[in-house]
């Protein structure tokens, strides 16, 4: 089983959905049911398979009662995730907190619960979903630079750690990917002709590139590559 959190919607989906097309059966998690009943059924009228679990990933109990209801798992892709886009300094605790939690606690929090339950079968995949914003950043985007560059070194520890008992564990860096984190930017004009002038390829990523990169890393082919992190981003990061 492949458990997928943010799962509702964006990158979330698009991994779904290339890991239900090759015959995984995928546990969609996210806070909204309604949306994650969308998804599942898309996956089931294409014929897979698909379960629905509701929980806020930040939360330990919740993340516990997950772990008892989607049970064991061979796959987890640690995909939920916030952005407020504000200057450090106009940031609230609560709200930088938020970032952080959602962004990071919750991968320990989901690591720390499924692993025990990974290790034995064999076989074993970790996906960190980071980010460019992890190797370069903008104004405004601390708090989120933040939370995604600690999930590089979460990536590579956790790596080493894992390693003798067959888990791989590998983060996923997107570049500007159109999902609905970044509508307002591609709403925005200026906005969006910025970000397309850092892009050497003169595009926004498409979800379903996202959802290839993760159902190769997540297959028997990509078993030794471990510990790195794999950029995804039109060659922003080339500039």
Sequence with gaps: ??????ASKGLGRAMAK?????????ALVSRDRAKLEDVAKE???????????????????????LAEEAGPVNILINNAGINIRKNLVDFTLEEWRSVQD?????????????IPRMKGQGYGRILNMTSIMSHVSLPGRTAYSCSKTALLGITRAL???????????????????????NTALIQN??????????????????VEEIGELAL???????????????VIDGGWCAN
């Design 102 to 114: 959602t962004n990071v606690t919750s991968v320990f929090l989901l690591c720390r619960a499924f």
């Design 1 to 6: 089983m492949a458990l997928i959190t943010g």
């Design 159 to 181: 790596a080493q750690e894992l390693a003798a008992d067959g888990i791989t564990v590998n983060g996923i860096s997107p570049g500007p990917f159109a999902t609905e984190m």
């Design 189 to 206: 004009a200026e906005a969006n002709a910025l970000f397309l002038s850092k892009i050497p390829l003169g595009r926004w990523g498409k």
């Design 216 to 230: 190769y890393l997540c297959s028997e082919a990509a078993g030794f590559i471990t510990g790195t992190d794999i």
């Design 43 to 65: 996956l089931r009228d294409a014929g897979g398979q698909a379960s629905v679990f509701v929980a806020d990933v930040a939360i330990e109990s919740q993340v516990a009662r």
């Design 18 to 26: 290339s890991l239900a097309g090759a015959g995984a059966h995928v």
